[in-house]
């Protein structure tokens, strides 16, 4: 187990909480948050700010060191198969949750290409994407500093069949600095006898999990009331007073957390398990959130994926490239095959077929008896101690091969030996479902994160908020409020894409990635930071 970090003010080490033991103080409203993803640390900041005492408890060493992401999804365009209306929900929530974390994104385009042995159209997307330049044209009138994906009139951009081959005869430019540019080495490595024309570039950014980890993590450290126990197991949850629980409609005012350190031998097990009460308790335990419910006796139906992809190393790249995506149905042996560039030549490969980030028993449902969908013993076990490397180096390989259908000069691309993966929690019985935030039962004080993607964290975050409000726990019209909806974050005053670039570093090697992974290319412009930085 990767040991926590020793140099830091929130090194994720355990804090002496001796003194919340069986007490409870009026005066300071105290939130639990079970799970330290990117849930639960995102719904920490926006906690943390309006004053509350906020604890968060993580299984691992470091906050989000969760299931593969590497991608904004500004406007869902990976997705053909869900609505307008969910695309249209993703690019609001994208915008919403750049201004907070700016550090985070490469800033670089999207090629989208239909396969030619696909049924659908390049056409067929294009209603959707005038659909997506409006509304982002609409964000930005309401407020100019909306405008963190470039020029809404460049959200997309179309490519001939024609103008590829020319772009195929000019130089690869090192580090591109227009559309076209960017476009050279996709028409001269991509095989352009396998895609229908035209090609489209959408502005749809990278988003870099070890960057975002350590921006939450210096987010959190700007406030004295946020406190953060990693390498924690939390052992159970127990209503302290609960009126007539009996009933199905019984109320709770205050949950107990028994906690203990992962690392603790069994001599001091004892002076390790530990127990706080609080006013408001917050699942956000991802994929494992069925547990807490059992605990806490709410019967809901859901599902959890096991999904993986792949660190792959290529050196005749020739430069920066944009992420490449290949559509196809999810689920077959032609699912989309999707390239995302990372610094150092380096890449993540997420390939939608069961060869590759999916998996034949990877995706399980919850039953009348758990709340929690049951994982395959295997897949729990790569979780939590990582992968078998035979298995990786051969999955790895597929993914290798998978892209090189498509990018042909990738063949000579090899693994690094580690891959992103994780279980994703998806909430109800729909393994489509893209948009969901927060489920809230206010009679027992109790949340749940039900984020199927990163980017409706800070929506569950404020649902959670008007929560709190309307239970009296939190008063109406704080300025800090006001102050998240206007993006005045107080960490961006005090720190820049140095601070997290250094975090970063640190939290890619300790999670033994390359440490060029915690790089991007091309950072947000510094007129968007200082729009979301407090004056």
Not at 68 to 94: F, T
Not at 360 to 375: E, F, I, T
């Amino acid at each position: 187990m990767t040991q926590p970090l020793t140099d830091r003010k929130l090194q994720f080490t355990q804090q002496d909480d001796s003194s919340h033991q069986n007490t409870h103080n009026q005066s300071a409203k105290r939130v639990g948050i079970l799970g330290g993803g990117t849930a639960g640390a995102t719904i920490a900041i926006r906690l943390a700010a309006l004053g509350l005492e906020t604890y968060v408890f993580e299984k691992k060493s470091s906050l989000i060191d969760g299931p593969p992401m590497c991608h904004l999804h500004a406007g869902g365009n990976l997705y053909r198969e869900i609505s307008d209306e969910d695309c249209v929900a993703l690019l609001k929530q994208c915008i919403d949750i750049l201004r907070l974390y700016p550090y985070t994104v490469d800033v670089r385009p999207t090629v989208f290409a239909v396969p030619t042995r696909d049924e659908g159209l390049p056409e067929d997307l294009l209603p959707r994407l005038d659909i997506l330049t409006d509304a982002y044209r609409e964000l930005i009138a309401k407020d100019p500093s909306n405008e963190v994906l470039g020029k809404p009139e460049s959200y997309y951009q179309l490519y001939s069949h024609k103008q590829l081959i020319e772009l195929s005869e000019r130089e690869q430019v090192a580090t591109p600095s227009s559309v076209d540019e960017w476009m050279i080495p996709v028409a001269k490595y991509l095989d352009l006898n396998k895609v229908k024309f035209p090609l489209i570039v959408v502005q749809e950014y990278g988003w870099n999990i070890f960057r975002l980890a350590a921006s939450a993590q210096l987010a959190l450290e700007e406030y004295d009331n946020a406190h953060i126990f990693t390498d924690t197991q939390v052992q159970q949850v127990v209503a302290v007073d609960c009126d007539n629980c009996s009933n199905a409609d019984h109320h709770v005012t205050r949950w107990r957390i028994d906690y203990q350190l992962n690392n603790s031998d069994n001599s001091h097990a004892k002076e390790d398990a530990k127990s706080i009460e609080v006013d408001y308790l917050i699942n956000a335990c991802g994929f494992r959130t069925g547990v807490i419910d059992d605990m806490v006796g709410v019967d809901v139906k859901r599902m959890v994926e096991f999904k993986s992809s792949y660190i792959t190393h290529w050196g005749d790249a020739g430069g920066q490239i944009p992420e490449i995506i290949v559509y196809g149905q999810r689920g077959t042996p032609n699912g989309m095959a999707q390239l995302t560039p990372y610094p150092g030549g380096y890449f993540q490969i997420h390939g939608m077929s069961k060869a590759i980030t999916l998996f034949a028993d990877g995706l399980v449902a919850s039953n009348k008896y758990s709340a929690q969908p049951k994982l395959p013993n295997q897949y729990v076990r790569y979780i939590e101690d990582g992968w078998d490397k035979t298995p990786l180096q051969a999955r790895s390989q597929q993914s290798i091969d998978y892209i090189a259908e498509f990018v042909p000069t990738f063949n000579s691309a090899r693994s690094v030996g580690n891959a992103l993966y994780g279980g994703q929690q998806i909430p109800g019985t729909d393994d489509t479902l893209r948009v969901a935030d927060v489920s809230l039962y206010p009679n027992i004080r109790y949340a749940r994160a039900e984020n199927v993607k990163a980017s409706s964290t800070l929506i569950a975050a404020d649902e959670i908020v008007d929560q709190l409000m309307e239970i009296g726990l939190l008063d109406h019209d704080l300025p800090a409020n006001h102050d998240r909806y206007s993006h005045r974050w107080q960490y961006l005053a005090h720190n820049s894409s140095v601070t997290v670039d250094k975090l970063a570093h640190t939290l890619a090697a300790a999670r033994g990635f390359p440490v060029a992974m915690a790089k991007v290319n091309n950072s947000v412009e510094q007129v968007t930071i200082n729009s979301s930085a407090p004056v």
